[in-house]
Every structure is written in C-alpha cells, then in structure tokens.
C-alpha cells in the first residue's frame, strides 16, 4: 500500500513539475540537479551510514521508496523552487514564502518517511531537519550565482 501511495505522489510532482512553465535556462536545471543530488545524497550518507543518526529499513520495498525520494523526489521539488524564483525579480518576502513552502515540502516528505518507518530517528530532531534542508537550498543557490555569471561569460543566453 505504501508503495502505490509513494508512487502516485512521485506521479504527480513529476507531472506537476513538467506542466510547469519553466523560467531557469535548461542548463541551470541541470546544473542544480546535479548540486542538490550530490549535496542531498551526502547529507543522507553522513547521516545513515557515518554518524548512524538515521536508520533506514530492511524491507526492500520501503527501501526502494528511500532511494527513489532521495534520487527523485527531493532533487525535483528543490529544482521546482528555482523554477518558481526564476530569473524575474520578486520582492523579498514573496521569495523568502515561496521557499518556506519548498522547505515544508521536502520536510513533509521526510515525515511521510517517518510514518511509515522508512526511516527512523536515532539521535536526530525535526528542526536539525528542516534547518538542513534550508541549508542545502541556500547552498544550492550560492553555488548557482558563479554558474549563472560563467553562463553568460561564455554567452549562453541566462
């Protein structure tokens, strides 16, 4: 069950995010799922496996689910967010909103993942979560500004 309920939500933010009018260059995309895949999937390796504050579950099926919600999921909702910033110049607290509903996005997928006991808090809190995720989106952008003056540098219209 959990399984077909992880699926039709992986389907609909896929869908979601594909309808969606996309306002960063193709190449900025790319460029931030390969940051927040590397950052997240480092994030989740200190943590299960180097500081053993998370357990992840045996079952294979809700493992399955933890690496598709690693590789998929988490990745596309913090490209989504960009997405959603774009390029077009908003004021601050439109932007600062857009992100804290990001944040809670991730966070509730994290917390769908602890329901179900996919994965299990040892030594870890809500808000260490939901501050490292803002973190890493922080991070993502940080690392974006250098790719977005190289772009243009090198004349690939931003």
Do not use: D
């Not at 079952?59 to 077009?88: D, M």
Request: aromatic share 16%.
């Amino acid at each position: 069950m959990k399984e077909v309920v992880f699926l039709n939500l992986l389907f609909f933010l896929l869908i979601g995010f594909f309808l969606n009018k996309k306002r960063i260059p193709p190449f900025e995309s790319i460029f931030l799922l390969l940051v927040v895949e590397f950052i997240f999937t480092c994030y989740v390796g200190v943590l299960q496996l180097n500081l053993e504050e998370w357990i992840i579950s045996e079952k294979v099926s809700l493992y399955i689910i933890f690496r598709l919600n690693e590789v998929i999921v988490t990745p596309v909702l913090y490209i989504w967010c960009f997405n959603l910033l774009g390029n077009r110049k908003r004021n601050k607290w439109e932007s600062i909103g857009i992100s804290a509903v990001f944040i809670s996005l991730i966070y509730s997928m994290e917390f769908l993942l602890l329901k179900w006991e996919v994965i299990v808090y040892k030594n870890w809190h809500v808000w260490q979560s939901v501050v490292t995720i803002a973190i890493i989106m922080v991070l993502s952008y940080l690392l974006l500004l250098p790719f977005r003056k190289l772009l243009s540098k090198e004349g690939v219209n931003v």
